[in-house]
């Protein structure tokens, strides 16, 4: 076994246009005119000069104008906590779909501009979601409905005032009829929300809460229900699993809660003193995100997951996985079990299956391997789903009945993710009163009758029980941007029956909290006092309220662990109905995924997260069919061993589009080719074919996958059989990253000066290979072993760095490759969406990207040993090839080592870039942040989501520490020197050093595996000097052979797979370099 | 024993020398100390804002429930004073709390107070206000001798040129016809090159200066006199522009700093006022235009939901590209703010002071020094002790100082990111 490690086809197979893209920095040609006449031209000579006179004419006239009269106007009274260009922090929580996650938001003058993880969580102390760092964009969208109104044909119409549309509620719910009114919302784990709900309901006697969630959990839930008696989901701890099994959950990208589970999952792959790492099998039919980072990854046709399940079951109860054919899966699976079985009590297993026959067995498995109360913790239940497929089922059975009466929905959107969407939207129509209280003008609100928008959680007042005992709340940030209101005071006005209280100063409650808790009040009132009232009578005083505002948080301790009682009886009818179960034998099956940018859908409209590409597929903007290489090889006609071929497909965005039917609906998307996928298996992303009602950003982009969902036996399944599989001719444009910034691979292709990577018992057996090459270089290159200062034609002295010397260092054993870094660098650094058009011709503006190379055998694509993640930022190298070439000193050294790049220098020959060996500069080829331009002129030029993000109210997103590039200059990462240059500040503001505590990279905050460390080399507590001294066999730099000095190091990946699989080839290597040193020493 | 006693003498007068020192230095201090953290609210003999503060300590009778009150006045309410009590609900306007000051400090400013001289009749007419000093410009007179000279070297060349004509005309060479100047190739070609010379030099001059405004110094919509407030009345520039001790922006003070003071104060009595132009400008007036805008009637309680922004015309302008820190100046760098803004207790209308161009910055950066921490002092800021390198330098005097640049203060993302 020999393997290969690669980012696209073209590089795995060194094919000629590969090759030649790797020696461009750019992909397009400059747009030269040759031959003919010079006249000819379409900008001749004379045109030139026509430009040049006008411009001197015009800048001389610019020039004699006089300078504007600024206004400088200070507040009438001041508020005492708010001082103009100094940034307040409150505690928040995001809230969507279910999931929590407390966050503490950053205001600059009165407005949000970045969201970071609140470390006085316990569920998960730092890092969040890209959706939840792009969430503040949200709030700033031009999609949302911005008054109360009626819908008429699809449009809202305002209704004047809130207390009209009150009254107009109040008259519609008096003619009921005594009909029911059914509440219908996502998870909602808000304790005072779903009290105020009951009371709500209560007055309306047959009326009830029902939640619907995009992404049912029903099953398991279900199954739990069975197996424990507990209808809920319990707690789950990857960090004390030293063994993991994940049955297609994709527990690190969309899984319940993934940002936790990163948190603990991350603990167990930094590699121990004692060079121990958790491993991790994943059993699944597409190549996930979590399956991506598996140590040891088998693949198995989505219907087939019942008999991988119950092989597992039964390699763990026999040692032997019987009723799998396939002989490799069958070894992985007893390997698997032998593993789990050692690891007793410390060893978890987690199916992402929504068929309660199949989580009845997991809990069963996990019970034989000690789970139960050690890695899986009934103390403390996860709250973030709580739908059960039958609840909506059996509303949308009355809502044709006619049996409603009113139908409110809350943050909620079944008219595009149910699974038969059509019999919802028949019953909407029959119900008499359909008030939605969703943010924008989706699916399902275009269809209601009225629609009182609901604020954005960063508008809002609110709670959230994230685990039983967890709980994170919700503060105001801002006031109402529109004239908006929470539901919850909807439904306390309509509950009451009096009139409105609209914009009244809420009660001394606010203005007498204690700085640090919001004094911003909303416009509602009578949830506040609600909450307040709630609390006061939890918590006992107005202080504990006021603090546990301040800190957001109230945790229960962590520590407590409980088993349930597990019901072994149950299994055996789970058993002979997964043994029942037919494997299906059609050619393909499809199997619908989240991504881990777009999840559900319900944030589709955020164009960071559009814009943000997928872990995996590296595409942006879209989604499609993945499949694998040996399927598409043989349905396609696409081999990608063959040169010609893969150029064809891969340097083309232009992808062959095929057109399939699954239970009579039909998709047409394009086609992506991702190697590790089980041949039979097709699979669709859910969350795109949005309404673009809901915001340019979804205009046009992908389709919608929940059509292929079904309901089997009341839960709803994402795979099923596909009945027509067809080519067509036509070709359509997907925009992805991965080929674009390609850089050089000399040696032997194998990209070993770039990514590092082994199994563990490689390592074991050779710690210092990974040094090897470092070792090569000082021997050959210096004469004392000082590579740094001797291997260089540059003066030492110009490598000191006297004070502070700032380094990076990534360990790719933890990262994931979730991309909430990128996001969170987006929301940082002012960084522009470019849109499709402009990231398929490689025109993407992200200052980080994260490199994803595939390791798979030589000869077979699918057969994928491993994924590593590089995230690829500038280096900030001290001996840096860009600051040479840059004929204007754009771009030159600091003296703490930052690679700077001043833009207002800067006049866009892109020499730097070209120069780049990391290719992390990005050049702006348009105005897309509109820096520079008039409203509107920009019309045409930049694309129609572009346009958008410079929409005044979008602009409010801006971080007005950062400048807003304009049009031809080059920028790239900055090490976030805004946040550097604040944290020196406050460290001499206090009389004292500078400490780890004041250093907050946006990357670094926004990454749960805590695989980004940064600080001061210089000192020598700092925790990157710690990392990097504890480190020194795995700690390399790229490209360390062309002596750039990279400020940022990376720590090889390990894939801890069998305890005796070593690398022959590194044996091999060993053997040569000890000859070697044998006969020198001589 | 000679010796011994001399060595005695030596002590006792040393000591002597510093305990004088030190009472001077606390009498200053006190007076220093008033102004920075009292004056904004209290006069001695009058009362402003707050009462006047003569005789306080004979007020109070206790000195250190005095001492209390002015670090924080609630908690000397706490212990239950009646006398606290009285006065914490005499006035509408809380006092500010001065946790910061010693109780060495405090008895600075109170001897200060009770043995302040009494209030004096105001001065004359300041000897300042003349008229402004003429600046030495040899310009004019450089030109003229330029021009004497070119002139005197055209009229020579002539003269030369007719001589070698007459020569040439005597050795019987046909000579080139005279030509007019403006026919001469070679003087057009000499004053091409010298206008095209001056375009570029003026074109590239007024770019480099495009944007900037040395000297501006526009009509605000209130008189506002920084040197009544700042210069006369010694008013702490940190009481109102309190955003230059805490962020990037100093800030202008909100209408109700102005009102905390101008509740009391409704007339102005001070010499008077004039603008640049000389116009005479009355000062109660200026109040009354202040009151205006807040909404505010004297003698009434004020409400401040009522105020209306005033609108300043904003004077210091950096471009968008630069980023300057002012809480880094002033606090980190204890930079004064008549370094960068002139002299503005002497400013009876804001004048922009330097050019605000990037080599003014980069200029103070290389010469400004910066302040290690000195362990046997306790002055400096200990966050420099990171350059391990220069402090040695020092020490072994291969280094005489340490400036802004020398740490890096000249680097383009010091100021540009």
């Known amino acids: 076994m020999s393997n290969k490690i690669w980012q696209s086809f073209g590089e795995r197979n060194q094919t000629a246009k590969h090759q030649a893209d790797a020696q461009n920095e750019f992909k397009e040609d400059l747009p030269f005119e040759t031959g003919g006449s010079l006249l000819d031209a379409k900008t001749p000579r004379r045109d030139f000069l026509k430009y040049l006179g006008f411009s001197t004419a015009a800048a001389a006239l610019a020039a004699s104008c006089d300078t504007p009269v600024k206004k400088a106007i200070p507040f009438v009274n001041k508020p005492e906590i708010i001082t103009p260009g100094v940034a307040e922090y409150y505690a928040t929580t995001y809230i969507q779909d279910g999931d929590v996650q407390s966050l503490v938001a950053r205001v600059r003058d009165g407005r949000p501009i970045k969201l970071d993880a609140n470390e006085e969580s316990a569920i998960h102390r730092c890092g969040s979601s890209a959706r939840a760092q792009a969430a503040v964009l949200d709030l700033y969208d031009t999609a949302r409905i911005k008054f109360p109104g009626s819908i008429v044909e699809g449009e809202v119409k305002e209704i004047s005032s809130l207390q009209a549309f009150d009254k107009k509620i109040a008259d519609e719910l008096a003619a009921l009829g005594g009909k029911p009114v059914a509440i219908l919302t996502s998870t909602l784990t808000s304790p005072t929300s779903l009290k105020l709900i009951q009371e709500f309901t209560a007055k309306f006697p047959g009326s009830y809460h029902v939640m619907h969630d995009a992404v049912s959990y029903s099953g398991q839930i279900l199954a739990n229900e069975i197996s424990y008696g507990r209808k809920a989901l319990p707690s789950y701890h990857f960090n004390k699993a030293k063994v993991i099994v994940s049955l297609s959950a994709d527990f690190l990208g969309t899984w319940l809660s993934p940002t936790e589970f990163s948190f603990q999952y991350a603990e167990g792959r930094k590699l121990s003193d004692k060079n121990e790492m958790s491993r991790h099998y994943q059993f699944e039919s597409i190549l996930s995100m979590t399956g991506s980072n598996a140590d040891l990854r088998y693949t198995h046709r989505p219907s087939e997951a019942g008999k991988v399940a119950l092989a597992l079951y039964n390699a763990v109860a026999t040692g032997s996985a019987t009723g799998v054919a396939d002989a490799k899966l069958k070894a992985g699976l007893e390997a698997a079990a032998k593993d789990l079985k050692a690891a007793q009590g410390a060893a978890l297993v987690v199916s992402g299956s929504n068929d309660v026959n199949i989580q009845v067995v997991v809990n069963a498995i996990n019970e034989a391997i000690g789970a139960n109360g050690t890695t899986i913790n009934w103390a403390y239940t996860s709250n973030f789903r709580q739908a059960i497929d039958s609840q909506i089922d059996k509303l949308v059975e009355g809502m044709n009945a006619g049996a409603i009466g009113a139908l409110f929905i809350v943050d909620s959107n079944p008219a595009y993710t149910y699974h038969n969407a059509e019999k919802f939207k028949a019953g909407l129509a029959k119900t008499k009163l359909t008030i939605s209280f969703n943010t924008r003008l989706d699916e399902t609100t275009e269809l ?141 099956e499809v199997f619908v995924y989240e991504k881990v940018g777009i999840g559900s859908g319900s944030q589709a409209s955020n164009p960071w997260l559009q814009e943000m590409p997928d872990p995996i597929s590296k595409a942006t903007w879209d989604n499609y069919f993945i499949i694998s290489a040996a399927a598409a090889k043989e349905q396609l006609g696409i081999d990608i061993t063959n040169n010609g071929q893969v150029d064809a497909y891969e340097a083309d965005t232009m992808k062959p589009v095929i057109k399939v039917t699954v239970n009579g609906k039909e998709l047409e998307l394009p086609v992506l080719i991702i190697p590790g996928i089980q041949k039979n298996t097709l699979g669709v992303a859910l969350g795109y074919g949005r309404s673009k009602k809901v915001g340019v950003a979804v205009d046009g982009v992908g389709k919608n996958a929940y059509v292929f969902q079904s309901s089997k036996n009341g839960a709803v399944t994402n795979f099923a059989d596909v009945s027509k599989f067809e080519k067509t001719s036509i070709r359509y444009e997907v925009a992805q990253t991965q080929t674009h910034m390609t850089y050089t691979d000399s040696l032997n292709y194998k990209r070993v000066e770039v990514v590092k990577e082994t199994t563990l018992a490689t390592y074991k057996k050779h710690p210092e290979m990974f040094v090897w090459a470092h070792q090569d270089l000082q021997h050959h290159y210096t004469k004392t072993g000082d590579f740094r200062n001797e291997g260089s034609l540059y003066d030492p002295k110009l490598n000191d760095r006297p004070g502070i010397h700032w380094g990076m260092s990534v360990d790719l054993n933890s990262c994931n490759g979730c991309g909430a870094c990128v996001v969170a660098c987006n929301a940082e650094n002012n960084i522009p969406v470019v849109g499709k058009r402009e990231v398929a011709r490689g025109h993407d503006m992200h200052w980080l990207r994260i490199d994803r190379y595939f390791v798979t055998d030589d000869k077979n694509p699918d057969d994928v040993n491993g994924v590593v993640y590089m ?3 500038c280096q900030h190298c001290d001996n840096a090839p860009c600051e040479n070439v840059c004929p204007v000193a754009a771009t030159n050294h600091s003296s703490e080592g930052l690679n700077q790049m001043t833009y207002n220098r800067c006049i866009g020959t892109r020499y730097c870039a070209n120069n780049c060996p990391y290719k992390v500069r990005r050049f702006n080829w348009a105005d897309y942040t509109g820096a520079d331009s008039f409203k509107d002129n920009q019309k045409g030029s930049i694309s129609d989501v572009t346009m958008e993000m410079n929409d005044d109210l979008t602009r409010m997103v801006l971080n007005p520490d950062v400048t807003v590039r304009s049009r031809g200059v080059i920028e790239k990462c900055s090490f976030c020197v805004q946040r550097l240059q604040d944290a020196k500040l406050t460290a001499k503001k206090e009389n004292r050093p500078l400490e780890d505590k004041d250093l907050h990279m946006a990357c670094g905050s926004a990454c749960a595996s805590g695989c980004i460390v940064f600080g001061n080399v210089n000192d020598k507590n700092s925790k990157i000097s710690k ?28 894939r801890n797979t069998s305890d005796n699989d070593v690398d022959p080839a590194i044996d091999a290597e060993k053997a040569m370099r000890d000859k070697l040193h044998a006969a020198t020493a001589h | 024993m000679n010796k011994r006693y001399s060595s005695k003498n030596l002590l006792i007068t040393l000591l002597t020398l510093v305990i004088c020192a030190f009472t ?105 206000a003349g008229a402004p000093v003429e600046k030495d410009d040899n310009n004019l007179l450089f030109a003229i001798i330029t021009l004497t000279m070119a002139v005197l070297a055209i009229v020579m060349l002539t003269v030369n040129g007719s001589l070698r004509r007459l020569q040439e005309a005597k050795d019987g060479v046909p000579s080139k016809p005279i030509l007019a100047i403006y026919k001469n190739k070679t003087y057009i070609g000499i004053f091409a090159v010298l206008c095209l010379v001056l375009f570029g030099f003026f074109l590239s001059k007024g770019a480099v200066d495009l944007g900037r405004q040395k000297g501006y110094m526009p009509e605000q919509p209130i008189f506002y006199s920084h040197k009544v407030h700042a210069g006369i009345n010694q008013i702490n520039c940190l009481y109102c522009h309190g955003g230059a001790e805490e962020g990037k922006h100093a800030n202008i003070p909100s209408v109700n700093i102005c009102m905390n003071c101008h509740m009391a104060i409704n007339e102005y009595k001070g010499e008077q006022l004039y603008t640049a132009e000389g116009k005479e400008v009355n000062g109660t007036a200026e109040i009354q235009k202040l009151y205006a805008a807040a909404g505010f009637t004297h ?93 040695e330098d020092l020490k072994s005097g291969k280094l005489d100082s340490v400036t802004v640049e020398t740490i890096g203060g000249t680097d383009c993302q010091k100021c540009h990111y």
């Open chain 2, 24 to 128: 001077q230095v606390h009498a200053q201090d006190g007076k220093a100390l008033f102004n920075a953290n009292c004056a904004s609210c209290h006069k001695i003999d009058d009362d402003l804002t707050g009462p006047a503060l003569r005789g306080m300590r004979e007020r109070w009778g206790d000195d250190k429930l005095l001492h209390l009150w002015i670090k924080n006045w609630s908690a000397a309410v706490a212990t239950g004073s009646e006398y606290a009590k009285k006065m914490s609900e005499s006035r509408p306007a809380v006092m500010n709390t001065f946790g910061s000051l010693t109780d060495e400090q405090i008895s600075a400013i109170i001897d200060y107070v009770e043995t302040a001289p009494a209030k004096k009749a105001p001065e004359a007419g300041g000897s300042n």
């Open chain 1, 448 to 588: 209601c009758k009225y629609v009182i928008p609901d604020n954005h959680f960063l508008e809002s007042w609110g709670d959230a029980e994230a685990k039983s005992g967890f709980y994170s709340f919700i503060q105001p940030t801002i006031h109402p941007l529109f004239k908006t209101r929470q539901w919850q005071d909807s439904l306390l006005i309509w509950g009451s029956g009096k009139a409105a209280v609209v914009a009244t100063a809420v009660s001394d409650s606010t203005s007498t909290t204690t700085s640090g808790v919001a004094t911003v009040v909303s416009n509602g009132g009578d949830y506040v006092n609600y909450l307040k009232a709630y609390w006061l009578q939890r918590l006992g005083s107005n202080e504990a309220w006021d603090n546990a505002l301040r800190s957001g948080v109230i945790n229960a301790d962590a520590n407590i662990f409980a088993a349930a009682t597990h019901n072994a009886g149950a299994v055996t009818g789970a058993i002979s109905a997964l043994q029942a179960s037919k494997v299906s034998t059609s050619d393909f």
């Open chain 1, 1027 to 1054: 990392v990097r001294r504890e480190n020194p066999n795995r700690l390399y730099y790229s490209l360390d052979m062309i002596h750039v000095l990279p400020n940022v190091n990376y720590l090889a990946k390990l």
């Open chain 1, 871 to 873: 995230p690829m930022m």
């Open chain 2, 299 to 391: 003698g009434q309680a004020w409400d401040p939901s009522k105020a209306k922004p005033i609108e300043w015309v904003k004077i210091h302008s950096l471009p968008d590209h630069v980023y300057f820190n002012h809480s880094q100046h002033v606090v980190a760098g204890k930079v004064q703010c008549q370094t960068c803004h002139g002299e503005i207790q002497k400013m009876d209308e804001v004048e922009q002071f330097a050019d605000l161009s990037m080599g003014w910055c980069v200029n103070c950066h290389r010469t400004t020094k910066v302040q290690f921490y000195d362990s046997a002092t306790g002055a400096g800021n200990k966050f420099y002790s990171i350059y391990e390198k220069f402090h």
